[in-house]
Structures are given as C-alpha cells and as structure tokens.
Nanobody, 121 residues
Framework: VQLQASGGGLVQAGGSLRLSCEAS????????LGWFRQAPGKKREFVAA????????KFADSVKGRFTISRDNAKNTVYLQMNSLKPEDTAVYHC???????????????WGQGTQVTVSS
C-alpha cells in the first residue's frame, strides 16, 4: 500500500492550498481517508477524515469552516482544501487510510510520507 501526498508549500496567512493524496495497492473505496498533521515539537493531531463513499466527514475544531475534505474514488485520491490559512496550521501533513471511520490516529493502518505546509505571518 502506498499513499503519496503532495501539494504542500509556503503560503502567506489568509491564503489557500490544496493537498492531494493518491493511493495505490488497496481497494480505495473500501477505506476511510484521513489527514493528520504534526508540527515541530508537537504531537500528531487529527485534521479531517472522510468516509468510504464521501458522504460523511469529520473535522478538528481548529479547522472547521476553513478546511474541506473530498475524495475521488475513480482516481484513488483524497483532497484537503485549506483556506484562510494561519501560521498555526504550519506542519507536516500526512494522509492515512483505514477501514474504520475514526479521528484516532493510532487506528489508521496505512500512512503516507507527508507534505510540508508552511504559513507565514
């Protein structure tokens, strides 16, 4: 199983980025996809998750109203649209996959390598 995240970069506060994560080696539509992030010196934290069909989503309180998550099962890809970015959103963002719809990172079996997002003030 491989999860390849991309789309990170440097952006000014208030700007937007869209992260993508393409999966291979798994039956994509059978998996929940999640995004997590880890800033230097901090624990990994949940950002967003989307159910198998895309009909249900979960978000961390810190990103509600600013981030959206979507998936394209035909392309085996999950997206994280990040708007109104803040310096505190700076982190390495990882996508993850599991069969359980959860916000708990320890449950997720499959992880991508991460993409750096840096928001300048």
């Amino acid at each position: 199983v491989q999860l390849q995240a991309s789309g990170g970069g440097l952006v000014q506060a208030g700007g937007s980025l869209r992260l993508s994560c393409e999966a291979s080696g798994l039956t994509f539509r059978s998996y929940v996809l999640g995004w997590f992030r880890q800033a230097p010196g901090k624990k990994r934290e949940f950002v967003a998750a989307i159910s198998w069909s895309g009909g249900s989503t979960k978000f961390a309180d810190s990103v509600k109203g600013r981030f959206t998550i979507s998936r394209d099962n035909a392309k085996n890809t999950v997206y994280l649209q990040m708007n109104s970015l803040k310096p505190e959103d700076t982190a390495v963002y990882h996508c993850a996959a599991d069969r359980v719809f959860t916000v708990v990172s320890g449950v997720y079996d499959c992880w991508g390598q991460g993409t750096q997002v840096t928001v300048s003030s």
